[in-house]
């Protein structure tokens, strides 16, 4: 008799975001930017910005809600809340506490992961483990930001770039040689870490030539950490393909980080995977880091994009740098 393996799929995703729209044309009348320039290099149009009183914890406990309410689990079920986030609520306690106190998830551990826009890949990395170990049955990834409140308004360079919202999905144990989590690859490399910082966010102080000190404010080298997302992302993207067996003509639905249009065409291009089999929703709600791909995969669903037995690749990029990619047979 053969016994299945024991792995993990996607029972639930979910997504918030908030009411309030940051277009091109306001942005037109706060720095010297055009809708133009915007929409060409980057490919965002609108962006949601969090109203005052809405932080990071409430995006993710919205999300982290639909996620189980799609699952039709209880939050008594839930064994493990991983939260990706670079902008908590507070550094303890952690956004995954605030979240299972929301929910109610009494059996719950609880872990806030720090892997900046890959962070939810992470998690699903964490969430494949345990459960593929035994360790766990359910596990609720989520990734929410609130990346407004760590872009400097005056800097036409990254605060065109950022939005603010939430995702999250439920993986939960099965028995398939086939279907759920097919393979994954984590990367980083610490060595281009200055790339892409957040300056006075921890214990190290940053400051200018003059001694002053910086603003918590997102600095980055545009260009190089735009070189950088498209070689390791197409890699990263070909290695859990190589892993699950599989070719890119074979995915159904590619689902990179919404970073910039031109960053996911040079990485579709590098895969040959045609524009059709790509989603971008980055028009309507710019780079909201960690959360991107999990917004992406829920939109993915609730427009019909994602159907049993398709292919599904997801990768992103992020500060650290870090990547990774998750291929997946939708069951
Ligand atoms: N409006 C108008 N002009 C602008 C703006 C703006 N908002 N920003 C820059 N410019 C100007 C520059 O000053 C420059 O002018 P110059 O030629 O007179 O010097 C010109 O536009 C070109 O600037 P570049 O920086 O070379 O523009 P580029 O095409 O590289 O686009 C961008 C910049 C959008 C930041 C791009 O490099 C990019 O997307 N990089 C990757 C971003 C990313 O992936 N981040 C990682 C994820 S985020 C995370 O992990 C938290």
């Not at 910039?260 to 980055?282: D, G, M, S, Y």
Request: aromatic share 6%.
């Amino acid at each position: 008799m053969s016994v299945r393996k024991i792995t993990a799929k996607i029972t639930g995703v979910g997504k918030a975001l908030p009411e309030k729209r940051l277009t091109n044309a306001d942005l037109e009348k706060m720095v010297d930017t055009s809708d133009a320039w915007i929409s060409q290099r980057v490919g965002i149009k609108e962006r949601r910005i969090a109203a005052e009183g809405e932080w990071t914890s409430h995006l993710a406990s919205r999300a982290a809600a639909d996620a189980l309410k799609m699952s039709g689990l209880t939050a008594d079920q839930i064994d493990l809340i991983l939260v990706a986030t670079s902008t908590p609520d507070t550094v303890y306690p952690s956004v995954a506490c605030l979240v299972q106190k929301e929910l109610g998830a009494i059996h719950a551990g609880v872990l806030d992961i720090s892997a900046a826009c890959t962070g939810f890949i992470y998690g699903a990395s964490l969430a494949w483990g345990m459960i593929k170990a035994g360790l766990m049955k359910h596990v609720l990834v989520v990734a929410a930001e609130v990346n407004t409140s760590i872009v400097d308004w005056k800097d036409r360079d990254t605060c065109i770039l950022f939005g603010d919202g939430a995702g999250a999905a439920v993986f939960s144990e099965c028995h398939s040689d086939t279907d759920g989590i097919l393979s994954i690859k984590l990367g980083g490399d610490g060595n281009y870490g200055e790339l892409l910082e957040l300056p006075n966010s921890g214990c190290r102080v940053y400051t200018d030539e003059s001694g002053n000190k910086l603003g918590r404010y997102i600095i980055m080298q545009g260009n190089e950490v735009f070189k950088q997302a498209v070689r390791n992302m197409a890699e990263c993207a070909v290695c859990v393909l190589d892993r699950a067996g599989l070719t890119t003509q074979e995915v159904s639905l590619f689902i990179p980080h919404q970073a910039n249009t031109r960053i996911i065409e040079a990485v579709a291009k590098r895969l040959a995977v045609p524009a059709e089999k790509v989603f971008v929703n980055i028009a309507n709600y710019g780079n909201t880091s960690a959360a991107t791909i999990p917004i992406a995969l829920c939109e993915a669903f609730e427009q019909g994009r994602v159907k049993k037995g398709d292919v599904i690749v997801v990768d992103a990029f992020g500060a650290g740098l870090t990547w990774g990619a998750m291929a997946i047979r939708w069951a």
